[in-house]
Protein backbone atom coordinates (compact mmCIF):
# COMPACT_ATOMS: atom_id res chain seq x y z
CA UNK A 1 0.00 0.00 0.00
CA UNK A 2 1.17 3.08 -1.05
CA UNK A 3 0.30 6.43 -0.21
CA UNK A 4 0.80 9.95 -2.23
CA UNK A 5 -1.10 13.89 -2.86
CA UNK A 6 -4.21 13.77 -5.27
CA UNK A 7 -2.46 16.47 -7.97
CA UNK A 8 -4.19 18.74 -10.28
CA UNK A 9 -6.33 20.05 -8.19
CA UNK A 10 -6.42 22.89 -5.97
CA UNK A 11 -8.20 21.15 -3.46
CA UNK A 12 -5.66 17.96 -3.15
CA UNK A 13 -5.96 15.24 -1.48
CA UNK A 14 -4.60 12.66 0.31
CA UNK A 15 -5.18 9.10 -1.14
CA UNK A 16 -3.72 4.74 -0.31
CA UNK A 17 -3.90 2.61 -3.15
CA UNK A 18 -4.41 -0.99 -2.79
CA UNK A 19 -3.53 -3.54 -5.37
CA UNK A 20 -6.08 -6.33 -5.42
CA UNK A 21 -6.10 -9.43 -7.73
CA UNK A 22 -9.66 -9.63 -7.90
CA UNK A 23 -9.73 -6.06 -9.40
CA UNK A 24 -10.25 -5.62 -13.16
CA UNK A 25 -10.39 -2.06 -13.34
CA UNK A 26 -9.62 0.99 -10.93
CA UNK A 27 -12.41 1.87 -8.70
CA UNK A 28 -12.57 4.19 -6.17
CA UNK A 29 -13.87 3.85 -1.94
CA UNK A 30 -13.89 6.67 0.23
CA UNK A 31 -14.52 5.67 4.02
CA UNK A 32 -16.89 6.59 6.48
CA UNK A 33 -13.93 8.59 7.59
CA UNK A 34 -13.15 10.57 4.07
CA UNK A 35 -10.01 8.45 3.67
CA UNK A 36 -10.14 8.42 -0.36
CA UNK A 37 -9.00 4.51 -1.20
CA UNK A 38 -7.70 3.67 -5.19
CA UNK A 39 -8.01 0.22 -5.82
CA UNK A 40 -5.90 -1.07 -8.91
CA UNK A 41 -5.67 -4.50 -10.34
CA UNK A 42 -2.16 -6.34 -9.81
CA UNK A 43 0.45 -4.71 -11.86
CA UNK A 44 -1.04 -1.33 -12.92
CA UNK A 45 0.58 1.66 -13.19
CA UNK A 46 0.36 3.98 -10.84
CA UNK A 47 1.37 6.82 -12.80
CA UNK A 48 -1.89 7.28 -14.06
CA UNK A 49 -4.06 7.41 -10.98
CA UNK A 50 -3.48 11.33 -10.68
CA UNK A 51 -5.06 11.67 -13.96
CA UNK A 52 -7.83 9.54 -13.00
CA UNK A 53 -8.54 11.05 -9.55
CA UNK A 54 -8.74 14.75 -11.66
CA UNK A 55 -11.47 13.38 -13.87
CA UNK A 56 -13.03 11.86 -10.24
CA UNK A 57 -12.95 15.13 -8.21
CA UNK A 58 -15.88 16.46 -8.24
CA UNK A 59 -17.24 12.89 -7.34
CA UNK A 60 -14.70 12.80 -4.74
CA UNK A 61 -15.58 16.08 -3.20
CA UNK A 62 -19.67 15.21 -3.20
CA UNK A 63 -18.61 12.19 -1.41
CA UNK A 64 -16.51 13.55 1.05
CA UNK A 65 -18.49 16.55 1.90
CA UNK A 66 -21.83 13.76 2.45
CA UNK A 67 -19.38 11.78 4.86
CA UNK A 68 -17.91 14.94 6.65
CA UNK A 69 -21.39 15.55 7.38
CA UNK A 70 -22.39 12.10 8.53
CA UNK A 71 -19.36 11.94 10.92
CA UNK A 72 -20.96 15.13 12.62
CA UNK A 73 -24.11 13.93 12.97
CA UNK A 74 -22.81 10.21 14.54
CA UNK A 75 -23.35 8.68 17.80
CA UNK A 76 -20.37 9.80 20.05
CA UNK A 77 -19.68 6.42 20.81
CA UNK A 78 -19.13 5.73 17.03
CA UNK A 79 -16.55 8.31 16.47
CA UNK A 80 -14.79 8.60 20.27
CA UNK A 81 -10.84 7.35 19.97
CA UNK A 82 -11.17 6.17 23.28
CA UNK A 83 -14.63 4.54 23.58
CA UNK A 84 -16.03 3.95 26.73
CA UNK A 85 -18.86 1.69 25.49
CA UNK A 86 -19.00 -0.84 22.49
CA UNK A 87 -22.78 -1.73 21.17
CA UNK A 88 -22.58 -5.04 19.85
CA UNK A 89 -26.21 -5.03 18.17
CA UNK A 90 -25.77 -8.13 16.96
CA UNK A 91 -25.80 -9.42 20.51
CA UNK A 92 -27.96 -7.51 21.85
CA UNK A 93 -24.98 -6.33 23.82
CA UNK A 94 -23.70 -3.25 25.71
CA UNK A 95 -20.02 -3.81 27.07
CA UNK A 96 -18.94 -0.59 28.84
CA UNK A 97 -14.57 0.01 27.95
CA UNK A 98 -12.52 0.95 30.91
CA UNK A 99 -8.67 1.56 30.96
CA UNK A 100 -6.00 0.85 33.52
CA UNK A 101 -2.71 2.46 32.65
CA UNK A 102 0.51 -0.06 33.98
CA UNK A 103 4.21 -0.21 33.68
CA UNK A 104 3.42 -3.24 31.05
CA UNK A 105 4.57 -3.38 27.78
CA UNK A 106 2.03 -2.94 25.25
CA UNK A 107 -1.77 -3.88 25.77
CA UNK A 108 -4.22 -6.36 26.94
CA UNK A 109 -7.67 -6.89 26.98
CA UNK A 110 -9.56 -8.75 30.03
CA UNK A 111 -13.05 -10.07 30.04
CA UNK A 112 -15.25 -9.39 32.62
CA UNK A 113 -19.13 -10.82 33.55
CA UNK A 114 -21.84 -8.41 32.53
CA UNK A 115 -19.71 -7.12 29.48
CA UNK A 116 -17.34 -5.31 31.04
CA UNK A 117 -14.34 -5.01 29.01
CA UNK A 118 -10.54 -3.65 30.92
CA UNK A 119 -7.89 -2.51 28.50
CA UNK A 120 -4.77 -3.00 30.50
CA UNK A 121 -1.10 -1.71 29.90
CA UNK A 122 0.17 1.52 27.51
CA UNK A 123 -3.25 2.63 27.60
CA UNK A 124 -1.83 6.62 26.36
CA UNK A 125 -0.89 4.89 23.12
CA UNK A 126 -4.06 4.71 20.80
CA UNK A 127 -2.90 2.78 18.69
CA UNK A 128 -2.39 -0.25 20.56
CA UNK A 129 -5.75 0.44 22.51
CA UNK A 130 -7.32 -0.34 18.86
CA UNK A 131 -5.54 -3.19 17.80
CA UNK A 132 -6.42 -4.85 21.71
CA UNK A 133 -10.18 -3.26 20.51
CA UNK A 134 -9.71 -5.30 17.46
CA UNK A 135 -8.53 -8.11 19.09
CA UNK A 136 -11.51 -8.87 21.39
CA UNK A 137 -13.65 -7.93 18.35
CA UNK A 138 -12.41 -10.62 16.22
CA UNK A 139 -12.30 -12.78 19.00
CA UNK A 140 -16.21 -12.13 20.26
CA UNK A 141 -16.90 -12.49 16.53
CA UNK A 142 -15.18 -15.99 16.37
CA UNK A 143 -17.22 -17.14 19.34
CA UNK A 144 -20.51 -16.18 18.21
CA UNK A 145 -20.87 -16.09 14.41
CA UNK A 146 -19.55 -19.63 14.24
CA UNK A 147 -21.86 -21.32 16.08
CA UNK A 148 -24.70 -18.75 14.27
CA UNK A 149 -23.53 -20.21 10.77
CA UNK A 150 -23.69 -23.50 12.26
CA UNK A 151 -27.40 -23.25 13.56
CA UNK A 152 -28.21 -21.44 10.33
CA UNK A 153 -26.85 -24.22 8.21
CA UNK A 154 -29.18 -26.62 9.77
CA UNK A 155 -32.33 -24.56 9.61
CA UNK A 156 -32.17 -24.09 5.74
CA UNK A 157 -30.20 -27.37 5.15
CA UNK A 158 -27.79 -26.28 3.09
CA UNK A 159 -23.45 -27.26 4.25
CA UNK A 160 -20.23 -25.74 4.31
CA UNK A 161 -16.60 -26.86 4.96
CA UNK A 162 -15.52 -24.25 7.69
CA UNK A 163 -16.23 -20.93 8.38
CA UNK A 164 -13.63 -18.56 9.62
CA UNK A 165 -13.68 -15.01 10.92
CA UNK A 166 -11.31 -11.79 9.82
CA UNK A 167 -11.84 -8.23 9.83
CA UNK A 168 -11.98 -6.42 6.04
CA UNK A 169 -12.53 -3.33 4.92
CA UNK A 170 -15.33 -4.24 2.95
CA UNK A 171 -17.00 -7.59 2.72
CA UNK A 172 -18.99 -8.88 5.03
CA UNK A 173 -18.47 -12.24 4.06
CA UNK A 174 -17.86 -14.36 1.19
CA UNK A 175 -17.97 -18.28 0.45
CA UNK A 176 -15.31 -20.33 -1.75
CA UNK A 177 -15.82 -22.92 -4.21
CA UNK A 178 -14.73 -25.18 -1.62
CA UNK A 179 -17.89 -23.75 0.60
CA UNK A 180 -15.67 -22.27 3.04
CA UNK A 181 -17.15 -19.34 4.57
CA UNK A 182 -15.17 -16.42 5.55
CA UNK A 183 -17.14 -13.56 8.19
CA UNK A 184 -16.25 -10.62 9.04
CA UNK A 185 -16.28 -9.38 12.35
CA UNK A 186 -18.12 -6.12 12.27
CA UNK A 187 -21.07 -8.14 12.07
CA UNK A 188 -21.80 -7.87 15.29
CA UNK A 189 -22.36 -4.22 15.04
CA UNK A 190 -25.21 -5.52 12.61
CA UNK A 191 -28.77 -6.02 14.25
CA UNK A 192 -29.53 -9.89 14.34
CA UNK A 193 -32.22 -9.87 11.04
CA UNK A 194 -29.33 -8.38 8.89
CA UNK A 195 -26.71 -10.66 10.34
CA UNK A 196 -29.12 -13.54 9.27
CA UNK A 197 -29.54 -12.32 5.83
CA UNK A 198 -25.49 -12.74 5.08
CA UNK A 199 -25.53 -15.38 6.87
CA UNK A 200 -27.96 -17.64 4.30
CA UNK A 201 -26.57 -15.71 1.71
CA UNK A 202 -23.50 -17.03 1.46
CA UNK A 203 -24.68 -20.45 2.57
CA UNK A 204 -27.06 -19.93 -0.44
CA UNK A 205 -23.07 -19.64 -2.59
CA UNK A 206 -22.79 -23.08 -1.69
CA UNK A 207 -25.29 -24.22 -4.14
CA UNK A 208 -24.64 -21.01 -6.68
CA UNK A 209 -21.84 -19.59 -6.78
CA UNK A 210 -22.68 -16.66 -8.54
CA UNK A 211 -25.70 -13.93 -7.98
CA UNK A 212 -27.72 -15.35 -10.92
CA UNK A 213 -31.64 -15.34 -10.85
CA UNK A 214 -31.23 -18.78 -9.85
CA UNK A 215 -29.19 -17.73 -6.69
CA UNK A 216 -31.48 -15.04 -5.52
CA UNK A 217 -34.54 -17.49 -5.61
CA UNK A 218 -32.83 -19.30 -3.26
CA UNK A 219 -31.68 -16.60 -0.97
CA UNK A 220 -35.73 -15.41 -1.10
CA UNK A 221 -36.78 -19.35 -0.23
CA UNK A 222 -35.26 -18.85 3.12
CA UNK A 223 -35.06 -15.00 3.48
CA UNK A 224 -38.18 -13.79 2.34
CA UNK A 225 -36.74 -10.26 3.43
CA UNK A 226 -34.28 -10.57 1.21
CA UNK A 227 -34.16 -7.27 -1.16
CA UNK A 228 -35.47 -5.22 2.32
CA UNK A 229 -32.58 -6.42 4.56
CA UNK A 230 -29.89 -6.09 1.55
CA UNK A 231 -30.76 -2.39 1.01
CA UNK A 232 -30.15 -1.94 4.74
CA UNK A 233 -26.07 -3.89 4.34
CA UNK A 234 -25.43 -1.44 2.24
CA UNK A 235 -25.39 0.92 4.87
CA UNK A 236 -23.93 -1.15 7.55
CA UNK A 237 -20.63 0.79 7.58
CA UNK A 238 -22.07 3.07 9.05
CA UNK A 239 -22.90 1.18 12.28
CA UNK A 240 -19.07 0.32 12.61
CA UNK A 241 -16.89 2.54 15.07
CA UNK A 242 -14.30 4.42 13.62
CA UNK A 243 -11.59 2.55 15.87
CA UNK A 244 -12.25 -0.50 13.07
CA UNK A 245 -11.51 1.19 10.22
Not at 109 to 117: A, D
Not at 167 to 192: A, D, E, M, Q, V
Request: glycine content about 4%.
Amino acid sequence: MSQAPLTGSTHPHEYVVRESARAKHVSLRVSAQGQLEVIVPKGFDCSHIPQILAKKQSWIDRVQRKMAQRQSEADPTLVSPFPDSVDLAALDQIWQVSYRPSAAKGIRYIIHPNCQLVLLGETNNWELCRLALKQWLVHTAKQQLSPWLARISDQVGLSYTRVTVRSPKTRWGSCSSTHNISLNSKLLFLRPAIVRYVLVHELCHTIHFNHSPEFWALVARHESRYETLKTELKKGHYQVPHWME
